[in-house]
């Protein structure tokens, strides 16, 4: 089953702009990551934060975490058309497994 | 080691046979899972294996589908009397310890129930 919603389901913007997703969970977390996938492929990580960690940044991208919220989001800045993929994030609690959001579709045009 | 690998790629297969997948993890991954992904999804979590041990299994796998991890190194999933519902990517990832690292995923097997 999914943990949870990632909030858009699809976004769609100008290369130099800033992408931002949204994911909400519902149990409690070790941490949570979040994966991107191009089309038909397998999953690549992008990046890791705990449960006790609000925000960590690599690169272009910049993650935060609310526990008190069950939420997290993944900004892309100064996004590139080789950053058009699928977006997921992902749970780790107590189960030792990765459990997933529904995604978001992000699209960026030339 | 060039990552985790999945074989085949591709399946298509008539309704009633039996499929199998193989995932070779990376070698000093003790963890490997297998996930299945459909159309505009997530990756719904199906099996997991720490070494040869098969730890957890979800729901959604039917006594239809069967893995193994024989000798805590590749592992295979069977899909005995397939459905046109099994039509979906399946996704084998592994990892060391999900709570301080991430998982490695494979490029995946779609299979197609016709």
């Known amino acids: 089953s999914q943990q949870g919603e990632e909030d858009p389901q699809a976004l769609s913007i100008q290369e130099g702009e800033n992408a931002t997703m949204n994911c909400s969970y519902k149990?409690?977390?070790?941490?949570l990551q979040w994966y991107r996938q191009n089309s038909g492929r397998g999953l690549v990580h992008l990046i890791l934060i705990r449960s006790n960690e609000r925000e960590k940044h690599s690169g272009r991208l910049r993650v935060t975490l609310d526990t008190s919220k069950k939420s997290s989001s993944l900004l892309i800045t100064a996004s590139r058309a080789a950053d058009t993929a699928s977006y997921f994030c992902?749970?780790?609690?107590?189960?030792?497994?990765?459990?997933f959001g529904t995604g978001t579709q992000l699209k960026v045009e030339l | 080691d060039t990552g985790v690998s999945q074989d085949p790629r591709h399946k298509i297969t008539k309704r009633g046979q039996n499929v199998t997948f193989r995932c070779d993890p990376i070698?000093?991954?003790?963890?490997l899972y297998w996930y299945r992904q459909t159309l505009g999804q997530g990756p719904e979590f199906l099996t997991y294996?720490?070494?040869?041990?098969?730890?957890?299994k979800s729901r959604l796998l039917s006594d239809r589908f069967s893995a193994e991890r024989p000798k805590g190194s590749f592992s295979t999933l069977e899909i005995q009397r397939t459905e046109q519902g099994d039509s979906a990517m399946y996704l084998c990832a592994s990892s060391i310890q999900l709570e301080n690292t991430e998982a490695f995923f494979g490029q995946g097997t779609r299979l197609t129930v016709v």
């Open positions: 149990t409690s977390i070790n941490n």
């Open positions: 294996f720490q070494n040869e041990a098969q730890l957890e």
């Open positions: 992902a749970t780790v609690g107590g189960g030792n497994k990765l459990t």
């Open positions: 070698s000093e991954h003790n963890r």
